[in-house]
């Protein structure tokens, strides 16, 4: 089954406490990215990447870091997360970045206290 | 990325077409018109897209307008699975970002 995958789903954790959000496909796609929502602001691009190797900051990238050393992997890395990270952040991928369809993975509810 | 203005919510009857509109006034000649939809907080479910002709797949059927300054979303049969934020998104052209507004909260009902 064509899916993206995110682990932890949900994760509670305490301020300046390193932590990675796994995201996975099985797809083969090439462009991947990172959003946050939260409410009253919708969803919000934090990094995306086109490629292997290939990453560039989105619209709120501050406080993140990403990495694309594999196809089909692209975690997204807080090296110190603080309690306005609480979110809901979702994965997504697409064959590329043009007029494709994007699939998003399930979603990792962060909570940083 | 233009922007797009969609009504807060809607109610559709259970097996009655859901019609969502959407205004992208300033729409530009390279974008495309995306829909997608999120049930509860699940990830977002693309639905359908297009530039400038209508579209139509399992999910859904998309009218543009000629001017393609709007378009309707439009459900043939809606069930309530079909509960949802329904968000209509003009881009394409921006490396893949999608920016998703506020949606519209379509309500199906028995």
């Known amino acids: 089954e064509a899916q993206v995958t995110q682990n932890p789903r949900y994760l509670i954790t305490v301020t300046g406490k390193k932590l990675t959000v796994t995201c996975s496909q099985n797809?083969?796609?090439?462009?991947m990215s990172w959003y946050r929502q939260d409410p009253g602001l919708g969803l919000r691009q934090i990094y995306y990447?086109?490629?292997?190797?290939?990453?560039d900051k989105g619209d709120v990238p501050e406080g993140y870091k990403v990495s694309r050393k594999e196809k089909r992997n692209f975690p997204l890395i807080l090296e110190s997360p603080s309690p306005n990270q609480t979110s809901l952040y979702f994965c997504?991928?697409?064959?590329?970045?043009?007029?494709?369809?994007?699939?998003f993975g399930p979603g990792t509810r962060l909570t940083v206290t | 990325d233009a922007k797009t203005t969609q009504p807060t919510s809607m109610d559709c009857a259970e097996g009655r077409a859901a019609n969502l509109p959407c205004n992208h006034s300033?729409?530009?000649?390279?974008?495309?018109v995306y829909w997608y939809r999120q049930i509860h907080s699940q990830g977002p479910q693309y639905i359908i897209h297009?530039?400038?002709n209508n579209e139509t797949n399992e999910m859904a059927s998309l009218i543009i307008t000629e001017d393609r300054k709007s378009s309707t979303l439009i459900l043939p049969h809606a069930t309530l699975r079909d509960t949802a934020v329904y968000y209509c998104?003009?881009?394409?052209?921006?490396?893949?970002?999608?920016?998703f507004g506020q949606g519209t909260i379509l309500t199906v009902h028995p």
């Open positions: 998104i003009v881009g394409g052209t921006s490396y893949g970002k999608l920016t």
């Open positions: 797809m083969n796609h090439e462009y």
């Open positions: 297009g530039l400038k």
């Open positions: 997504a991928s697409s064959l590329g970045w043009g007029a494709y369809e994007q699939y």
């Open positions: 990447s086109m490629n292997v190797e290939v990453t």
């Open positions: 300033t729409i530009s000649g390279n974008e495309y």
